[in-house]
């Protein structure tokens, strides 16, 4: 499964929820008003090309910015590359270009988290984010990192760098090679099973 089809089966899900929604037995039946919404699903489960669903919105700018955030938090090691060398950007800009609500409401946190974190690059170090040494970065990450430590004229850029971190996570360990980094194998077919490994049965206590 790869990323472009991760991304469909999320908003898929997210997209459905309603319908999987249904009133109890004997319940009396309640009509809404439809509400105004962001129009009909495209087939989700097609192939498309990048913006070929919705415009994308995220400027080269924002993308170079984004391209270094998320390589300070998925960095190339020995083991995989980096999060952008896997196409975690365009995940992100796939993402905050979406008609969904959950999408939309993420969009202002994205872009305006992008905007500050270039912004306070520029005034500490004189640079864009994206042109930084890697401990520059580093160390701008640091203030916002953790949402309680932030002093409070920075708790919007850690709210930002919070869902930034979990979308480029998302993005990263939905692609073979996240998949690979964390070991996980997936549906493949096995010569032999063997069963849990004995310290798992101890730890459940399910020992005969």
Request: glycine fraction near 6%.
């Amino acid at each position: 499964m790869d990323r472009r089809t991760t991304l469909q089966w999320m908003l898929a899900a997210s997209a459905s929820v309603s319908a999987l929604i249904r009133p109890a037995k004997g319940a009396a039946t309640v009509t809404v008003a439809p509400a105004p919404g962001y129009g009909v699903d495209p087939p989700l489960m097609a192939a498309y090309q990048s913006g070929q669903l919705w415009p994308l919105l995220l400027s080269e700018t924002e993308k170079r910015t984004a391209t270094g955030l998320c390589d300070t938090i998925i960095p190339a090691d020995h083991s995989s590359p980096s999060a952008s060398e896997v196409g975690v950007v365009a995940f992100i800009d796939e993402w905050v270009s979406a008609p969904y609500p959950e999408q939309l409401q993420d969009r202002p946190l994205i872009r305006q988290g992008l905007e500050w974190i270039d912004a306070e690059a520029r005034r500490d170090f004189k640079q864009s984010f994206a042109d930084l040494e890697e401990a520059n970065r580093a160390r701008l990450c640091d203030k916002i990192c953790d949402y309680d430590r932030a002093v409070l004229a920075d708790r919007e850029a850690a709210r930002f760098f919070a869902r930034f971190r979990v979308l480029t996570a998302a993005g990263f360990y939905s692609t073979p090679v996240g998949r690979k980094d964390l070991g996980y194998i997936g549906n493949v077919a096995l010569a032999s099973f063997e069963g849990p490994p004995p310290e798992v049965i101890s730890k459940l206590g399910l020992e005969q």
